[in-house]
T-cell receptor, first 110, second 116 residues
Framework: QKEVEQNSGPLSVPEGAIASLNCTYS??????FFWYRQYSGKSPELIMF????GDKEDGRFTAQLNKASQYVSLLIRDSQPSDSATYLC??????????FGKGNQVVVIP | NAGVMQNPRHLVRRRGQEARLRCSPM?????VYWYRQLPEEGLKFMVY????????ESGMPKERFSAEFPKEGPSILRIQQVVRGDSAAYFC??????????????FGEGSWLTVV
């Protein structure tokens, strides 16, 4: 079983709508969770991290964590064309490394 | 304060040649990580180094790949006898402390290797 799974295919949302991304993880002991945004041809950029069950909001982004069900979600409200990117979920693995999901591509349609 | 610097940004090699990718961590950072991103894939951990030490190389292919982080100079990821399957983006990251989590790890802009 992969450490982090993001199974959804590309997500197309109209401008102004909410984009919803999900990520599941295998290690029940995971304590922290990260969402990265990666534009095509660029490096990953940390946009959200969450440690506690529940919601964490930062601007138009909301991360939701459910440790009992072992999933973490990212909501992007009022989606803008500049949000078109691939979003990567990550959890710490052993020895300081990060384990990343495959990523979900988001396309915001003007 | 300069970020994580990687060079070259783009590298083309013929099959069988060697590729050397360099990474200078952020100032004050002594922990370096290399990740590989194959086309349409997420980032995969390769190796974690501190100065003059390899801490975790569990993600490194067993052959042809090596990494170092000397006392002086940048970290180097070396790929010998490259094959087409090595074509990928290679990202370096650095952190200032042991026990780093995602919010203290900073990524470089990446080196894109194309093997022809």
């Amino acid at each position: 079983q992969k450490e982090v799974e993001q199974n959804s295919g590309p997500l197309s949302v109209p401008e102004g709508a909410i984009a919803s991304l999900n990520c599941t993880y295998s290690d029940r002991g995971s304590q922290s969770f990260f969402w990265y945004r990666q534009y095509s041809g660029k490096s990953p950029e940390l946009i959200m991290f969450i440690y506690s069950n529940g919601d964490k909001e930062d601007g138009r982004f909301t991360a939701q964590l459910n440790k009992a069900s072992q999933y973490v979600s990212l909501l992007i409200r009022d989606s803008q064309p500049s949000d078109s990117a691939t979003y990567l979920c990550a959890v710490p693995g052993g020895n300081n490394r990060l384990a990343f999901g495959k990523g979900n591509q988001v396309v915001v349609i003007p | 304060n300069a970020g994580v610097m990687q060079n070259p940004r783009h590298l083309v090699r013929r099959r069988g040649q060697e590729a050397r990718l360099r990474c200078s961590p952020m100032k004050g950072h002594s922990h370096v990580y290399w990740y590989r991103q194959l086309p349409e894939e997420g980032l995969k951990f390769m190796v974690y180094l501190q100065k003059e030490n390899i801490i975790d190389e569990s993600g490194m292919p067993k052959e042809r790949f090596s990494a170092e982080f000397p006392k002086e100079g940048p970290s180097i990821l070396r790929i010998q006898q490259v094959v087409r399957g090595d074509s990928a983006a290679y990202f370096c990251a650095s952190s200032p402390i042991q026990g780093a989590t995602g919010n203290t790890i900073y990524f470089g802009e990446g080196s894109w290797l194309t093997v022809v």
